[in-house]
């Protein structure tokens, strides 16, 4: 079946590094939302991108959707405290099918 | 206001006793969905609704039903509770499927 995959897993790194996760579909995507949880809440959407080759920035956070439509990542330069939370994409399908990722929990250290 | 809401946040239940779990949006919203959440899986689409009386199964439905009767509420029913049925759910609401989806705090679901 169609699957969204992230990389990675799980990402420890130290205040003002830099973070990237890479998100992955077995399917051509119309589009694809980023979203981000904090430890205990729920998802907030934080972007979507639509077109091939896009690019978007918020800040310090970096969103990129491939010419394919079937990947995307998600930069955030010099990582901030305020940054720790599960980061997940969910892209729609031809079929308006939704599918998330299983998201990347990023733990930064002070 | 604008928001989700779930109802109760959290439920502790033994195996078989029938629950719902309610969600209401104040925002108009015509696309409505069901997720669970477990650890290592992400969110996992159970049900979802393009409209009034419109459900469809996401990728997990078995174990699990759904209504809307109304444009606002969307229930999660759970006839037989089941063990593997403990997880933490959300409930979701956009305008259309591509647009942002705003999600309820979540409802936190153990079955002894």
């Known amino acids: 079946g169609q699957q969204v995959m992230q990389i990675p897993q799980y990402q420890h790194v130290q205040e003002g590094e830099d973070f990237t996760t890479y998100c992955n579909s077995s399917?051509?995507?119309?589009?694809i939302q980023w979203y981000k949880q904090r430890p205990g809440g729920h998802p907030v959407f934080l972007i979507q991108l639509v077109k091939s080759g896009e690019v978007k920035k918020q800040k310090r956070l970096t969103f990129q959707f491939g010419e394919a439509k079937k990947n995307s990542s998600l930069h955030i330069t010099a990582t901030q405290t305020t940054d720790v939370g599960t980061y997940f994409c969910a892209g729609e399908t031809s079929y308006d099918k939704v599918i998330f990722g299983p998201g990347t929990s990023l733990s930064v250290i002070p | 206001e604008a928001q989700v809401t779930q109802n109760p946040r959290y439920l502790i239940t033994v195996t078989g006793k029938k629950l719902t779990v309610t969600c209401s949006q104040n925002m108009n919203h015509e696309y409505m969905s069901w997720y669970r959440q477990d650890p290592g899986l992400g969110l996992r689409q159970i049900y979802y609704s393009m409209n009034v009386e419109v459900t469809d199964k996401g990728d997990v439905p078995e174990g699990y039903k759904v209504s809307r009767k109304e444009k606002r509420n969307f229930p999660l029913i759970l006839e037989s509770p089941s063990p593997n049925q403990t997880s933490l759910y959300f409930c979701a609401s956009s305008f259309v499927t591509d647009n942002e989806q705003f999600f309820g705090p979540g409802t936190r679901l153990t079955v002894l």
């Open positions: 399917t051509t995507l119309s589009n």
